[in-house]
């Protein structure tokens, strides 16, 4: 697009002088560092902002705020305007990656932008906007790969709208030193946990980088003025998941050996403050007890579903003494690394750090944890900094977001053919295999596919030798009945998705209707669960636990078949969740007493799993969409994929935290040991989702309000829990009937496990609360009831287990039973 623009502007730009990297004798250069809409230059820090042009094109044009204040004084105070497709092209003499950072302040020409913004052919922003609530500058940073020199071209792209326009304050770009971001990883981390350093590494070179969150570990905020590249760097403290886990270590008097022979780190990884400050494990390193071996775990936002290069960085200030400090480093509580300081470099304060590529979950958090070694002599552990930053392969499709659909035809028309004709000999050779041997005997080697041999998971041999758990062949089901079932899986019939896959309605042949969940690869929880799932479910059963009719694991599908629970989960009757916007509003018409009954349906459930049985389980994942209501509202825990079960008593020293971030005990993170008062602490936050009718993390909220319990316990340390409740209940809760469900949500969620109340304790207190809601209450038909008609079904084809008596384990307390022994004026 040749015009007066872009004449006037790589005719200026020619002439400015530029720096030449290098890994060994590198300085910050001074370009580009462009003031747009200005004709003159700003100092802005140790950065000069030249104007971009002396003049206005047809495409654009300079507006400057006559309303200045000091806030929007400087680089802010101007803007240029695009109203149609623009480029800045930016005279380089050398490729590399580039640090490229758009600086954005809507003053009151500039509301209702809407925008993309590319570089190099990348798309950086698109549809890019900023709410009128902003009263601050808006910073997006940039690491562009630049390989096909001579320019860095910077494309602004009003939105296919005839009313919208583009702009932007300032940019920077400058080359950054050789190496500063690697080719590759070694290190791809899943919310599995699996890393794949074996298989050549994570490529990173052509991606580009956009920064989401840059942390200094134990220090104050860093801005631009203090850093060796301009970057901003923040405060980790209202990252950390327990405040009370990690302190701050003294600020390092010198300054971190960046000179040491052989090291990693410069001053332009990182400036001195972040390797001169750190975050440490908050006990007495020299004299440990055994309950003071925990992790330290921050959350951070994040996309979801998205991958992410992650620097962690470390500067031993800590130890005491050379080679006494070996921690490791968990991302997402499951993979771990070890760090070694004096096995990396045999002096203190030199600095370093360590990358990663990490897919994050469909949580929208990441958590990084650092925790000690038992081969360590000084049982601490610690971290400097963190940089989390999003991997970016878009591309711009060109002007306005217009595609050349000719090419896309081509090309979808020639894969169509190609695919076509693979799939015309894989069913070729598949037909003519099944003629000369019959699938159901075949040895053909495993392939982990979808689709394939009807080989059981069951009945082969595992990769270590050993064999699958043995599970109740008498529950299988064909898989022929669960296409009949779905539709084949049809869309339609999709009614939910979580941890293990999809879930779908479907209907047996008998007219039983069934909940079908089908896993599938890339969620986070696989063949374990699958089989801890099967074991578990197929020994029990309970009025206030969801039934496992049935599982299917042919074809090398793991689906499993429970009984249709009508009207959902508890969360969809409590609030609405758009996980694309990331809102969620109040929804819920729940009655005060429906919801009481819930969660004492779903205490039952608990109780009976933590003490009804010869090996307790713990089910180490209760939350909202875990409990289940029927067409009665009768509440049933679900998911028993992560569960644990063993001796009574027993405390469960884990590797790994599994669970749900916003219902994740604090001490069972902390400590590793999983404990029964670690589901009592999930069940907790239920009850505080079930008072308020939000969810128990909410990253759209102020940071004080973001973690429904600590925002909750907030409310009720100041005995004010009214102000927070549904909406929808205010008025219509008896006040001694809400203290009583407060005060029993707060002895759930105390910090300590041993000051926890077990499951019998918590349903003796729900039972109060609705006592005092409603002094007399009629028992309705379908409360309590010790049938369970799921497990009476006949099913086509499939061998029931025979009934499990009863009288050998510890039935839930009916409520009558309950009552006979309560007083209206006590409760335990």
Known sequence: MANLLLTFLTFFLLFLPFSISSSHNYSLPTNYFINCGSEITISAGAANFSGDLISNSGNSHSVKDTTTTTGSAGIYETARIFTKTESYKLRIEENGVYMVRLHFFPFYLLFGAKFNVSASGFLLLSNFSIPSSVTSPVIKEFLVPVVNGPNLEITFTPYQDSSSFAFVNAIEAFVTPEGFIPNSTDAHVTPRGNSSKNDGGKDLSSSVLNVIHRINVGGSNITSEGDTMRRNWVSDDEYLFNKTSAKNHPIYSEGPKYDYQGGEATRYDAPDLVYRTAKEMNIDVETPSSNDFFNITWLFDVKRNATFFVRLHFCDIVSDSRNNTVFNVYIYGLFGEPISPYDRFPDFAVPFYVDFVVNSDGSGFMNISVGPRNDSKSKNAFLNG????????????????????????????????????????????????????????????????????????????????????????????????????????????????????????????????????????????????????????????????????????????????????????????????????????????????????????????????????????????????????????????????????????????????????????????????????????????????????????????????????????????????????????????????????????????????????????????????????????????HEDTTTDVSWQLALPGINRLPSINMSTSCVSVSESEVFSQLKIDESR
């Not at 063949?527 to 090398?556: A, M, N, P, W």
């Open 386 to 781: 963190v940089e989390i930053m999003e991997l970016i392969n878009d591309r711009d499709e060109g002007s306005g977001g217009k595609k050349n659909y000719f090419w896309i035809i081509v090309g979808s028309v020639g894969g169509g053919v190609v695919l076509i004709s693979v799939s015309a000999v894989v069913i070729w050779c598949c037909l003519k295999s099944r003629k000369a041997k019959p699938v159901e005997n075949s040895n053909w080697p495993r392939v982990s596919v979808y689709a394939g041999s009807t080989e059981s998971r069951t009945t082969v041999r595992s990769s270590i030798g050993g064999t699958t758990p043995d599970m109740n062949l008498g529950l299988k089901i064909p898989f022929a009945e669960i296409l009949h079932a779905t539709n084949k899986f049809d869309p339609k019939f999709m009614i939910g998705e979580g941890g293990f896959g999809k879930v779908y309605k479907g209907t047996l042949h008998n007219g039983v209707k069934v909940a079908v969940k089908r896993s599938e690869a890339g969620h986070g929880q696989g063949l374990v669960e699958f089989q801890t799932e099967i074991t578990l479910l197929s020994k029990i059963r309970h009025q206030h636990l969801v039934s496992l009719i049935g599982y299917c694991d042919e074809r090398y599908e793991m689906i499993l078949v429970y009984e249709f629970m009508e009207k959902g989960t508890l969360r969809e009757h409590l609030y609405s969740s758009n996980e694309d916007l990331d809102k969620s509003s109040s929804r819920s018409e729940l009655s005060w007493d429906q919801r009481l009954q819930i969660c004492i349906g779903a205490a039952n459930g608990l109780q009976y799993l933590h003490t009804g049985l010869n090996e307790p389980i713990i089910h180490r994942d209760i939350k909202s969409t875990n409990i289940l209501l029927d067409e009665h509202y009768v509440a049933k825990v679900a998911d028993f994929g992560l569960s644990k079960s063993g001796p009574p008593e027993e405390t469960h020293i884990v590797t790994d935290v599994k669970g749900s971030f916003g219902y994740l005990d604090p001490e069972y993170m902390k400590s590793m040991q999983l404990t029964q008062k670690s589901d009592v602490y999930s069940f907790g936050v239920v009850l505080l989702e079930v008072l308020c009718a939000r969810p128990a993390i909410n990253s759209l909220l102020p940071r004080n309000q973001i973690n429904l319990a600590e925002w909750g316990l907030s409310w009720l340390k100041e005995n004010q829990l009214e102000k927070i409740i549904d909406p929808f209940l205010a008025g219509k809760i008896n006040p001694n009937s809400l203290r009583k469900f407060g005060e029993t949500a707060e002895k759930c969620l105390q910090e300590n496990g041993t000051d926890r109340p077990n499951m019998m304790d918590v349903l003796w207190d729900l039972n109060y609360a609705r006592q005092l809601q409603h002094p007399a209450m009629p028992q309705q038909s």
